[in-house]
C-alpha cells in the first residue's frame, strides 16, 4: 500500500512538471512572455527654426540681395526690390532685419541700381517736335515710339550673340555688378554704344575690348558683326574681355 502511495506520488509530481514544461514551450513558441509591454510613442519633430538674420548681398546696391529672418513666430524672406527709382534695399543689423530707401543716381531695375552708368540717351527717328515726357517721344512722320525696354542677359559667363533693336537696352552683369548697354544709333555700317562710362563707335566686323568700371582692365568683348538694313536690327557678339 505504501508502495502505491509512492506511485502515485511520483506520477502526480511527473504529470505536474510535464504540465509546466508544456507551458513555457508554448508561451516561447508564441512570444508570450507574461510581461506588460508599453509602446513606446514615435518622437515628434521639432521646430528647426533657428532665430536670426542672413543676407546674400549685404548692404550693396549693386546685387539683388534675398533676407532670410527667423523667430519664435517663424521664418520671412524678403527680396531687394525697385519702386521707380527708388530702390528697397534689405540688410541685417545686430542679428535684426533692416531696410534702407536708396534713391539710385540713374534708374533702378531687377532689385539693383544700375551703376557705371554716364548716359541715357535713347534714338528716336527724325527731328520732331518738342520735348514732352511720359512714354512716348515723337519722330518723324508724326508717328510715336514707346520708351526702350530693357533685356536682362544675367550673369555674363559665356559668349553672347543676340540682335539689338534700337529701342531695346541690354542688362547685364560681371562679378555680380550691373551694367547697362545702350544702342545709341546706327547707320548702315556703323552703330554707337553706351557701355559703362565710355561711347563706342564700330563698324560692321569690327570689334573692341571695353574697361567698364574705369580700372584700367578691360572687362567686356563686343563684336559688331552685322547690320540689317531693313529690320533695322544690329547683331553683336558679348564676351568676357
Known amino acids: 500500500m505504501d508502495k502505491e502511495k509512492i506511485a502515485l506520488s511520483v506520477f502526480g509530481v511527473s504529470a505536474v512538471a510535464v504540465v509546466i514544461l508544456f507551458a513555457i514551450a508554448f ?3 508564441t512570444g508570450m512572455s507574461g510581461r506588460v509591454v508599453q509602446e513606446i510613442p ?5 521646430s528647426t527654426n533657428i532665430a536670426g538674420c542672413s543676407d546674400t548681398d549685404g548692404r550693396n546696391y549693386d546685387v539683388k540681395g534675398v533676407l532670410s529672418f527667423c523667430d519664435n513666430s517663424g521664418c520671412t524672406t524678403n527680396e531687394d526690390l525697385c519702386n521707380g527709382r527708388m530702390l528697397i534695399e534689405w540688410y ?8 534702407e530707401e536708396k534713391l539710385c543716381e540713374y534708374t533702378c531695375d531687377g532689385g539693383t541700381c544700375l551703376g557705371y552708368v554716364t548716359k541715357f540717351s535713347y534714338p528716336y527717328a527724325g527731328s520732331g517736335g518738342g520735348g514732352g515726357g511720359g512714354e512716348e517721344s515723337p519722330v518723324s512722320g508724326g508717328a510715336t515710339t514707346s520708351a ?9 559667363t559665356l559668349e553672347n550673340t543676340l540682335e539689338m533693336n534700337s529701342n ?7 562679378g555680380g555688378v ?17 557701355a559703362g562710362s565710355q561711347e563706342i563707335v564700330l563698324g560692321v566686323g569690327s570689334d573692341t575690348k571695353i574697361d567698364l568700371n574705369g580700372n584700367s582692365v578691360p572687362d567686356l568683348y563686343v563684336w559688331l558683326r552685322s547690320i540689317n538694313v531693313l529690320t533695322g536690327k544690329v547683331k553683336l557678339t558679348l564676351d568676357l574681355a
Not at 168 to 174: C, V, Y
Open 27 to 29: 508561451t516561447q513558441n
Open 148 to 156: 526702350p525696354t530693357i533685356r536682362d542677359l544675367g550673369e555674363l
Open 92 to 99: 541685417c543689423e545686430n542679428n535684426e532685419k533692416r531696410y
Open 42 to 46: 514615435s518622437e515628434q519633430p521639432q
Open 168 to 174: 531695346e537696352n541690354l542688362r547685364f552683369s560681371i
Open 178 to 194: 550691373n551694367y547697362l548697354m545702350i544702342l545709341e544709333g546706327h547707320s548702315e555700317t556703323q552703330a554707337t554704344l553706351i
